[in-house]
């Protein structure tokens, strides 16, 4: 099992930045792909971004490429996603996920793909 906590959420204008982090407990966090999601009300779930184990493969959702840039920092077993040019389109809960692998160059993409998840951090940008 492994426990994921996310933090860094709030409310922004247009335009600013935020930088969530997942910090993640009671398993090897360096064993798991983890990833950003989030979910508007109404709508499903969408992957955001991922990144491999060893860090060196990203994915991004082509709505956000350019702006989100998603890292990992094993020695903290965190995971961040740094936003920029927030627009309110990006407005939702967003969730950070995990799971175990034993590839280290291996990379997910799609939500089904995550298994481990935590309670989600709520962004609202304003107009």
């Known amino acids: 099992q492994v426990q994921l906590v996310e933090s860094g959420g709030g409310l922004v204008q247009a335009g600013g930045s935020l930088r969530l982090s997942c910090a993640a407990s009671?398993?090897?966090?360096?064993?798991?792909?983890m990833g950003w999601f989030r979910q508007a009300p109404g709508k499903e779930r969408e992957v955001v971004a991922a990144?491999?184990?060893?860090?060196?493969?990203?994915y991004y959702v082509d709505s956000v490429k350019g702006r989100f840039t998603i890292s990992r920092d094993s020695a903290k077993n965190t995971v961040y996603l740094q936003m920029n040019s927030l627009r309110p389109e990006d407005t939702a809960a967003y969730y950070c996920?995990?799971?175990?692998?034993?590839?280290?160059?291996?990379?997910?993409?799609?939500?089904?793909?995550?298994?481990?998840w935590g309670q989600g951090t709520q962004v609202t940008v304003s107009s």
């Open positions: 990144i491999s184990r060893s860090g060196t493969s990203t």
């Open positions: 996920g995990a799971r175990f692998v034993s590839s280290a160059q291996l990379l997910y993409t799609q939500v089904a793909d995550f298994d481990s």
């Open positions: 009671g398993r090897a966090f360096s064993s798991a792909v």
